[in-house]
């Protein structure tokens, strides 16, 4: 049974820092797609950033044009967690954030493509 845990939300001033982390377990394949996506009131559910896994020691990562330079998608070794570092936020990275995952080798930032989500986590940016 897949899970996928998100933590680390919360409200933070323009400009600042936060790093959402999202617990990953039985997934259990190789080659699968992990990503955060975010949903901000009234719009459609966003792709943010991907870690794509292409064996069990190499993985690529995938980046909206929106948060290029300023997130950086990552994973322990274990691959057990993903975080999300969001530096430089401004309002309108204001959303619930999901982490979502499927299992296989063509990934993308398409929301249709994952199975599995998590419960998302509230991320608030004042200015």
């Known amino acids: 049974q897949v899970q996928l845990v998100e933590s680390g939300g919360g409200s933070v001033q323009a400009g600042g820092s936060l790093r959402l982390s999202c617990a990953v377990s039985g997934i259990g394949e190789t080659r699968a797609c992990v990503a955060w996506f975010r949903q901000a009131p009234g719009k459609e559910r966003a792709g943010v950033a991907g870690i794509y896994s292409l064996s069990s020691r190499t993985y690529t990562t995938d980046y909206d044009d929106s948060v290029k330079g300023r997130f950086t998608i990552s994973q322990d070794n274990a691959r057990e967690t993903v975080y999300l570092q969001m530096n430089s936020l401004n309002p309108d990275d204001t959303a619930m954030y999901y982490c979502?995952?499927?299992?296989?080798?063509?990934?993308?930032?398409?929301?249709?493509?994952?199975?599995?989500w998590g419960q998302g986590t509230q991320v608030t940016v004042s200015s």
């Open positions: 979502a995952a499927t299992r296989g080798h063509y990934c993308r930032l398409v929301a249709t493509d994952y199975n599995y």
